[in-house]
């Protein structure tokens, strides 16, 4: 499933999938639901959710039901409070690294050459981005 949204592009296909999670029904089960959190190329992440008709996915047209399918959009936040609520530690770590409490994990678009500017003064001193851009502050 691929939608755009606010102007980016969401795709299953293409994005990198990072967690899975079902409602422990039956797939062939009207109350069955999976959620899929998914990181894209330009690091945004969304979930994308089905069901049957009676999850929290399902449509409903008049007195008939069936399944549906939604993408939803996550701030950086909300995708590790998602995956803290629905996965292990050590899941959560091998998607976002170790969580230290007083940092936060931020996205950001930038131009190629910022991109190869940073990667280089990485490099050279040897220092994460996140420190770069804090000591830039």
Same mark, same amino acid.
Not at 48 to 63: D, L, Q, T
Not at 110 to 132: C, F, H, N, P, Q
């Given at each position: ?8 592009? %969401?795709?299953?296909?293409? !994005? =990198? +999938? ?5 409602? /422990?029904?039956?797939p062939s089960?009207?109350? &069955?639901? +999976? #959620? $899929?959190? %998914? ?8 979930? %994308?959710?089905?069901?049957?008709? @009676?999850?929290? &996915?399902?449509?409903?047209?008049? @007195?008939?039901? /069936? ?7 996550? #701030?950086?936040?909300? !995708?590790?409070?998602?995956? +803290? ?6 899941? $959560? ?9 007083? =940092? ?6 930038i131009s $190629?050459? !910022?991109?190869?500017?940073?990667? *280089?003064?990485?490099? +050279?001193? /040897?220092? *994460? ?5 804090? /000591?830039?502050?």
């Amino acid at each position: 499933m691929n939608k755009r949204i606010k102007g980016k592009l %969401y795709n299953t296909e293409t !994005a =990198k +999938e990072l967690a899975r999670i079902d409602s /422990g029904h039956s797939p062939s089960d009207f109350e &069955y639901w +999976e #959620e $899929v959190l %998914y990181r894209t190329k330009s690091g945004n992440f969304f979930l %994308y959710g089905w069901g049957g008709g @009676n999850s929290r &996915y399902g449509e409903w047209h008049g @007195n008939s039901g /069936g399944a549906g399918e939604k993408i939803m959009p996550m #701030e950086p936040e909300a !995708a590790i409070e998602w995956s +803290e609520s629905n996965l292990s530690g050590d899941e $959560v770590e091998q998607i976002f690294g170790r969580l230290e409490e007083d =940092k936060v994990k931020i996205t950001a678009d930038i131009s $190629v050459s !910022a991109k190869e500017r940073l990667d *280089s003064l990485r490099k +050279e001193s /040897g220092k *994460s981005i996140g420190e770069i851009i804090e /000591g830039l502050l």
